[in-house]
């Protein structure tokens, strides 16, 4: 009899192997069919097979951020302002599942404050704008803190500052209000979070457009047309990258 409940045993727990065998096999295969999807610019295909990650790992912190990512780019193309404010809430959910499940990690923070950023492009209510607006900081500074070599938090930090330098009036307005007077943005941080970003992640287009912005702001307009010029022989790597390309072509066009 005891042998009998051993056997059954074994075979109970060889049964549990088998389960998360083929489940881990499952996610390495969406993961790749994800990347793949990701590779030819069909990011809608993309962010399903992550989600499908997500069924069967949902504290995947790979797959909630790529899943923020995604979102959030599908959601800057939406013409209807329902629809973008649908596609960032719901990275802003992906970004906060990210952080629930591994705040100690560079790529969580860096999610939180890429959607902070984007969420101030549709906020319409001071005191949430100026929130997220600390957000930006303050999740970027989390995430160099644990990598200093995070390109898009890199990025991400670097843009904060060129637009705490830059703010449009209605927003500077807001956050001078309620922040207790305007952040010390500085274009020359800005400038060298960004080149940092160009270097640790070369084909990343929006941190080169930014940078060339950020150079034109500072009246280096040699150094804008240098980035402008790598800008627009990029390959084509994401879903945003043509419109970005075209208004590098744009910028170039008119600072020569």
Not at 78 to 103: G, I, V
Request: hydrophobic share 45%.
């Amino acid at each position: 009899m005891k042998r009998a409940h051993i056997v059954q045993l074994m075979g109970f727990c060889l049964l549990i192997v088998q389960y998360f065998t083929v489940q881990a096999q499952d996610i390495n295969l969406l993961f790749k069919e994800a990347s793949n999807f990701e590779r030819v610019q069909k990011e809608n295909e993309a962010l399903e097979k992550y989600k499908l990650v997500l069924t069967q790992d949902p504290a995947n912190l790979k797959a909630l951020v790529k899943a923020t990512e995604l979102s959030a780019s599908i959601g800057g193309r939406q013409a209807d302002k329902n629809n973008k404010r649908l596609f960032y809430e719901t990275a802003l959910s992906y970004a906060k599942r990210a952080w629930q499940a591994d705040s100690n990690h560079a790529d969580a923070a860096y999610a939180m404050a890429m959607i902070a950023g984007r969420m101030t492009d549709i906020e319409t209510e001071n005191k949430q704008i100026v929130a997220f607006v600390k957000d930006i900081k303050l999740y970027a500074d989390k995430a160099l803190t644990i990598n200093p070599d995070h390109a898009k938090a890199n990025y991400t930090l670097g843009k904060w500052h060129y637009e705490m330098v830059t703010l449009s009036g209605l927003k500077k307005a807001a956050v001078k209000l309620l922040y207790g007077g305007l952040p010390s943005g500085d274009l020359e941080k800005a400038i060298v979070h960004m080149e940092k970003c160009k270097t640790l992640e070369p084909y990343f287009a929006l941190n080169y457009l930014d940078l060339a912005k950020a150079y034109k702001e500072a009246r280096q307009p040699a150094k804008a047309i240098e980035v402008l010029n790598k800008l627009v022989k990029l390959p084509v790597r994401t879903g945003d990258d043509p419109a970005i390309k075209a208004e590098g072509a744009k910028m170039l066009e008119a600072i020569q």
